[in-house]
Structure formats: C-alpha cells, structure tokens
C-alpha cells in the first residue's frame, strides 16, 4: 500500500498562493470522469482508492494527484495500462 498519510521524511506541504483546483484542463476531466463512473456503478469509491493504493511505490511517488488518479480509472476499466489494456 501507498498510503504515506501521517509519515515523516516528505517535507512540508507548502500550498500556492491562489492554488486553483485544477492546473490543467486534462486534470478537471480525469476528475468528471472518475465521478461519472462511481455515479453510474462502473466502479465504487472504495474500489477506486484501493487501485490507486496498488500503484507500484515508484510510480505512486513519482505521479501527481491526478496521476494517480488516471491510473486508478484505467486499472479499474481496461483501459490504457490496465490489467485488460
């Protein structure tokens, strides 16, 4: 699991000044896609953090939010990168 929640050695989270909620377009549409999919049943919520959770260390670490994100939704579909892909 990747949950790093309450662990030291990651430094300070320093938020933006003015931080939107999305920094590009792609991000808000991973965002309505992933809240789509939970609505019409595709998957559960808790399905979803759990595949974001099974992301190898490595690329857990390296990706951002919506990174992750992506990736929970193409494991969880087939799609690009998922286990049916």
Known sequence: ????????GFGPVVPEENEPVFHADWEARVYALNVSLVRRGVYSLDEFRDAVERMPPQEYLAASYYERWLHAIEELTGG???ADG
């Open 1 to 8: 699991m990747n949950d790093v929640g309450g662990q030291t």
């Open 80 to 82: 690009a990168g998922g």
